[in-house]
């Protein structure tokens, strides 16, 4: 299903969040740690402590392994259910005949409004921001494998939000989740399972937040006022907040699009950034090169999908009904009789099955065993 | 809804099809054990069966925590997560299987350690806690017998049901973790935002037990607990620990005064006791980190760690010779 696309994200290391934030875990000389496992002896030992790298460390994440795609590859696995879908409902017989499908691109501005309720209702809860952007990355990674047709989007984001509220340590009950919400729990219980699934149980998910934070202690080291560049940070968090809408989550790291966004804030609030990227990655000529060529169009792509993706504003509500009755027609056509005794059918885990009650199949068999020894 | 586009479901099937169960190896609070088989490469695993049915909530904290850190997680000290999937209403976690663990070692009196041995243990003890700290994460049951120890020696650190990240300010964490006897005593008095610091205590408390071979600090009760601490290490004071008085459950414990470890551990060397100490040290903030450990002369000083291959291992009972006992024992009886 997934793979990650080719390199698209070039630089990282200077820029992952750890490196900025801890210092007693980057500062330690790699050959130092090396040489602890030399003097274990043995070849095995040697290569447990080979010293990773911070980078390294991201490389090794499910976020960067499984979740890191290009624009082209999101949109063909988008397009390719889209089609998949109204193919599949087109095989009914009961289409009407100028019935207009919901696209890609309106599923998204639906998903975008599911979003923005998900963080209203979090902040409400008084919850930290990056709760709702954990539970925006599980509803996108949900829809990259399923369809809106085949699960309603609302029922989704509820199941999402359960859920991230647990994996980010802020459980709270299902029957205090539900009455709050006023949505029946057993529905929401229902979908976890395929959430889970849907995201692989890879449940960690790297916001910008906190790089954001690291850049921003690291800027204070050549700042001229530590009032402005709070502002700038404060500004840096709101356009995070809005980087949760985009895609940007599926092509770049976290550091890059929380540094993009201090680049931004610095331009809206007449704040000199250069002066810290010129510290930070320009203090000789190779870096300055690297910084040119590799990390600089990363910001400047990071800036534009932050300036013109319409997903950073919030949708037409007329338009989102239109959508959102559309999407109810295809579903209750994909679920017509005559719809689904067309469509095959794959039955979760199959019919094989004998492991019912694994202790139980198990006990019988240590049974026999006993019963043939004595 | 089931149906051709389902793609999650069909790659949880996949998974699902490729394990089989062969006997059930342990059973816990939560979850039930079994040794299974990888069909498509015939590899022995360990299947931690979770049963999601009894819990109101759905899927419960401790799968949840452990499943999300142990898929970050990749070392050659850290037990691997190789597969998760659903069937029916359980969720199934497929690790990679390790024959004993630490504690059926120290318990197995026919061992002798050496103390090459011990270093070795602790070498790669320190470098799995190492990997999950760069990575925020906390263990936070770390014991004798959540350390796995596989047929070639590896030693690997496992059960991460109660494992979280830290490093955030403002996220209280709950004091109620860790294995009494490994717990750190600013856990007792209640702290909410400790860090690294309880897992190092741990550590040193297993380090003390591979020294002794008896568990070092085992307290009955929470207060009981604290008494055996102080009682061993001295009872600490502002001084030692600033801001000790001011935690949540702060009590004045009489005073104990602090006895070299020496005195106890008689025969180890003094960089033994040294890295032990650093690990035992009162205030969090001053004790000794894992990669810090790492550094420590013990580690560079003689004896080397014992090689791999050479490390005692336990020898488990077959299950002929079970029976041959159980049969003794009757005709005894």
């Known amino acids: ?374 | 809804m089931a149906s051709l586009r389902n793609h999650a479901e069909q790659h949880n099937n996949q998974v699902y099809k490729d394990y089989k169960k062969d006997r059930k190896v342990g059973e816990g609070a939560y979850a039930v054990v079994y040794l299974g088989t990888q069909l498509s490469t015939k590899k022995v695993v360990a299947i931690k069966k979770i049963k999601i049915g009894q819990f109101k909530d759905g899927l419960d904290m401790s799968a949840i925590r452990e499943v999300k850190t142990l898929q970050e997680l990749r070392h050659p000290n850290v037990v691997e997560l190789m597969e998760v999937y659903f069937h029916k209403t359980n969720l199934n976690l497929v690790l990679e299987f390790l024959e004993s663990d630490l504690e059926m070692i120290i318990k197995d009196k026919s061992i002798v350690f050496m103390p090459g041995d011990v270093k070795h243990w602790m070498l790669m003890t320190l470098r799995g806690l190492d990997h999950c700290h760069r990575n925020w994460i906390l263990h936070r049951d770390m014991k004798p017998n959540n350390l796995l120890l596989g047929k070639n020696g590896q030693l690997k650190i496992a059960d991460f049901g109660l494992a979280r990240d830290f490093g955030d300010r403002n996220r209280p964490s709950t004091t109620q973790v860790v294995t009494r006897w490994y717990r750190a005593p600013e856990l007792l008095f209640g702290a909410k935002d400790y860090g690294y610091g309880i897992d190092i205590w741990a550590i040193g408390c297993i380090f003390a037990e591979l020294l002794l071979r008896n568990p070092y600090l085992p307290g009955d009760s929470d207060m009981q607990q604290l008494d055996t601490i102080f009682k061993a290490l001295g009872t600490p004071t502002e001084a030692d620990w600033p801001g000790v008085s001011s935690l949540v459950h702060y009590v004045q414990f009489r005073h104990y005064p602090k006895t070299p470890l020496r005195l106890l551990f008689t025969a180890a060397g003094a960089d033994t006791l040294e890295l032990l100490e650093s690990m035992l040290i009162y205030d969090p903030n001053r004790r000794i980190s894992a990669r810090e450990a790492l550094l420590h002369p013990y580690f560079f000083n003689k004896p080397r760690p014992t090689p791999l291959e050479n490390l005692p291992k336990h020898v488990r009972e077959t299950p002929e010779a079970a029976k041959l006992k159980r049969k003794a024992d009757t005709l005894g009886a």
Request: charged share 30%.
């Open chain 1, 1 to 374: 299903m997934i793979t990650a696309s080719e390199n698209t994200n070039g630089i990282a290391s200077e820029t992952t969040p750890t490196t900025t934030i801890s210092t007693t875990a980057s500062t330690v000389d790699a050959n130092d740690v090396n040489g602890t496992s030399q003097t274990t002896t043995t070849g095995n030992a040697n290569e447990a402590m080979k010293e990773i790298t911070m980078k390294q460390l991201y490389e090794q994440s499910t976020q960067y392994k499984y979740w890191r795609f290009t624009q082209s590859a999101l949109d063909d696995m988008r397009n390719k259910l889209n089609d998949e879908v109204i193919a599949s409902i087109k095989e009914g017989d009961n289409v009407p005949e100028d019935f207009e499908f919901v696209n890609v691109a309106e599923e998204l501005a639906l998903m975008g409004y599911y979003e923005r309720r998900i963080v209203q209702i979090f902040k409400h809860w008084k919850l930290p921001s990056y709760v709702s952007a954990t539970a925006i990355a599980y509803m996108k990674r949900f829809f990259l494998e399923n369809t809106m047709v085949d699960y309603h989007p609302k029922d989704v984001m509820l199941t999402c939000m359960f859920l991230a509220r647990k994996t980010e340590n802020y459980l709270l009950a299902i029957e205090d989740f539900s009455s709050v919400l006023k949505s029946p729990a057993q529905p929401i219980l229902n979908l976890e399972f395929l959430v889970c699934k849907s995201l692989r149980f890879h449940f960690t998910v790297h916001h910008p937040y906190r790089p954001c934070l690291g850049f921003f202690y690291d800027m204070q080291a050549v700042a001229d006022s530590i009032e402005k560049l709070q502002k700038v940070y404060e500004k840096a968090l709101t356009l995070i907040d809005t980087s949760l809408h985009t895609d940007l989550g599926f092509l770049y790291q976290p550091s890059q699009i929380a540094l993009a966004a201090l680049k931004m804030a610095c331009k809206e609030e007449s704040y000199d950034f250069e002066k810290y990227a010129n510290y930070k990655f320009k203090s000789n000529e190779s870096t300055s090169q690297k910084y040119n060529e590799t990390l600089f169009p990363i910001l400047k792509a990071i800036e534009k999908a932050l300036t013109e993706d319409p997903r950073c504003h919030e949708g037409d509500k007329l338009a989102l009904k239109d959508i959102d009755q559309r999407l109810k027609k295809c579903t209750e056509l994909a679920n017509s009789p005559s719809n689904l005794s067309k469509r095959k059918r794959i039955e979760p885990n199959g019919d094989d099955d004998d492991d019912d009650d694994d202790d139980e199949r198990l006990d019988k068999r240590a049974k026999t065993d006993n019963d043939n020894s004595e």
